[in-house]
T-cell receptor, first 112, second 115 residues
Framework: GAVVSQHPSWVICKSGTSVKIECRSLDFQATTMFWYRQFPKQSLMLMATSNEGSKATYEQGVEKDKFLINHASLTLSTLTVTSAHPEDSSFYIC????????FGPGTRLTVL | AQSVTQLDSQVPVFEEAPVELRCNYSSSVSVYLFWYVQYPNQGLQLLLKYLSGSTLVKGINGFEAEFNKSQTSFHLRKPSVHISDTAEYFCAVSGAGTSYGKLTFGQGTILTVHP
């Protein structure tokens, strides 16, 4: 079946640095991907919709200049957390809206 | 706008007992409904989904859910749980068309199965 992968699965960075997270659809093409964020002991919240070949659309309250999304090909979307701070520490998960709604395995970001 | 309410934050049960995890939703349009399971430090695994057709949906690992439009509910059930079912479960809704896949999640229910 369709699979979505994410890389890295876990990253620690210093405050003020930028971190890039990749989301790949392995055996299908995805013109749209979604990025979610999950804080500890909380549910998932949609951050943004990544659109291949066009700008991402962000949910209310999500800073587009801080969370840069690039969907350069039909199989790859990237989320870059710029100037990361400890409050950005979270679990970031992407998904592709296939019939099965596949999710990636997630990326645990810890900002020190 | 859509919203999802999972009525129980934690559900403890004994092994081989039946379990029901409750989910109610609200939406002004037709929705698609999903249940996911999340094990610690892992992503989400789809248990089952309701898109259309029969209101009783069977999923993986022996789980099933019933879509009740009049009560706006989509409760998840399993007749006999195992220790390995211990995890967090999320109910989610999605709109149709261009909104398909933009999921609104409930708060999650932690299911703990005791021996």
């Amino acid at each position: 079946g369709a699979v979505v992968s994410q890389h890295p699965s876990w990253v620690i960075c210093k405050s003020g640095t930028s971190v890039k997270i990749e989301c790949r659809s392995l055996d299908f093409q995805a013109t749209t991907m979604f990025w979610y964020r999950q804080f500890p002991k909380q549910s998932l919240m949609l951050m943004a919709t990544s659109n291949e070949g066009s700008k991402a659309t962000y949910e209310q309250g999500v800073e587009k200049d801080k969370f840069l999304i690039n969907h350069a090909s039909l199989t790859l979307s990237t989320l870059t957390v710029t100037s990361a701070h400890p409050e950005d520490s979270s679990f970031y998960i992407c998904s592709a809206p296939t019939n099965e709604q596949f999710f990636g395995p997630g990326t645990r970001l810890t900002v020190l | 706008a859509q919203s999802v309410t999972q009525l129980d934050s934690q559900v403890p049960v004994f092994e081989e007992a039946p379990v029901e995890l409750r989910c109610n939703y609200s939406s002004s349009v037709s929705v698609y409904l999903f249940w996911y399971v999340q094990y610690p430090n892992q992503g989400l695994q789809l248990l089952l989904k309701y898109l259309s057709g029969s209101t009783l949906v069977k999923g993986i690992n022996g789980f099933e859910a019933e879509f009740n439009k009049s009560q706006t509910s989509f409760h998840l059930r399993k007749p006999s749980v195992h220790i390995s079912d211990t995890a967090e479960y999320f109910c989610a809704v999605s709109g149709a068309g261009t909104s398909y896949g933009k999921l609104t999640f409930g708060q999650g229910t932690i299911l703990t199965v005791h021996p």
